[in-house]
């Protein structure tokens, strides 16, 4: 079992940034592939996000060049830098550790 926890969202004006974090547990969380996905009001889930155990990333292309996820493996932690963020980045924002395990999300609003 992994237990993941999200952090660090909140309200933000449109083009403002917030960095989220996800903590998980787990001795080896360097071997665990790693996402962020993120679900508004009425819409399924959607990947925001991955980065691999080897540190290679993938974006949807709504959030490439704006967002930028990383991980320290000394912390057990996965980031999430958003910048330039937009009011359809509103939504609750997962984070899922080897693709099944899932935290309890954290709410990301961007409005003025």
């Known amino acids: 079992q992994v237990h993941v926890v999200e952090s660090g969202g909140g309200l933000v004006q449109p083009g403002g940034s917030l960095r989220l974090s996800c903590a998980a547990s787990g001795s080896i969380f360097s071997s665990y592939f790693m996402g962020w996905y993120r679900q508004a009001p009425g819409k399924q889930r959607e990947l925001v996000a991955t980065i691999t155990t080897g540190g290679i990333t993938n974006y949807a292309d709504s959030v490439k060049g704006r967002f930028t996820i990383s991980r320290d493996n000394a912390k057990n932690t996965v980031y999430l830098q958003m910048n330039s963020l937009k009011p359809e980045d509103t939504a609750v924002y997962y984070c899922?550790?080897?693709?099944?395990?899932w935290g309890q999300g954290t709410q990301v609003t961007v409005s003025s």
């Open positions: 899922n550790a080897k693709g099944q395990y």
